[in-house]
């Protein structure tokens, strides 16, 4: 998708979702690429990282509420990726929540995820915090002239050709578990990797 005109005579039509379904899937970080980070040594290391690095995927996970009129109390993971490394901050890890806290407002860190508006308004509400630098990719999309919100299924079919899978057992799982379990880890990371890499793809054509 090397083409950045926003005519839509030009755009690649949206991949449907039975279409997706038949592609090769999305290779997506390795549990050995991915930091549960449980100590503020390990926090303050990530955001060196994430700092130096200047963009990363971004996006953050809630226990789901089911009940009507039930408040989230989320988020309860924070999740940011480079292009080879993730690192995943659980809310209930106090210590570290301030630099959680700073990398979200730090405008020196570009944020890019999709579909991001009530990640952070939780973000507001939890951490007291107004987020800088944040990206919704989707935006991009639109400004190339697609007129349909593209999440990132749609958007790893589009830019990669590429089946990013999202399980929905993990996606309505508890988030606010103190011991995530392999399949959530992967899923936060990957949310995360996933926006990195087609954010390079549309921006740097590769």
């Known amino acids: 998708m090397s083409d950045k005109t926003s005519s839509s005579s030009s755009l690649q039509p949206l991949p449907e979702r039975e279409q997706i379904l038949l592609l090769e899937p999305f290779e997506g970080l390795d549990l050995k690429d991915i930091v549960v980070v449980t100590t503020l040594q390990e926090a303050e290391h990530a955001a060196a990282t994430l700092l130096a690095a200047g963009v990363a995927g971004f996006d953050t996970e809630s226990k789901p509420t089911f009940a009507k009129n039930e408040v989230s109390g989320g988020p309860h993971v924070v999740q940011f990726s480079t292009r080879d490394r993730a690192w995943l901050f659980q809310s ?85 578990n103190k011991q995530l379990t392999e399949s959530q880890i992967r899923y936060a990371a990957n949310d995360a990797y996933a926006s990195i890499r087609v954010y390079d793809a549309l921006f740097a054509g590769g």
């Open 92 to 176: 209930h890890r106090t210590e570290c929540n301030p630099v959680v806290a700073a990398l979200i407002a730090s405008t020196e860190l570009k944020k890019v995820g999709f579909g991001l508006s009530t990640d952070l308004t939780l973000i507001r509400n939890r951490l007291n915090i107004e987020p800088g630098a944040v990206y919704d990719i989707d935006n991009e999309f639109r400004r190339r002239g697609y007129r349909k919100s593209v999440g990132v299924k749609t958007a790893v079919a589009l830019v990669f050709d590429r089946r990013f899978m999202k399980s929905r057992k993990a996606t309505t799982s508890n988030w606010a």
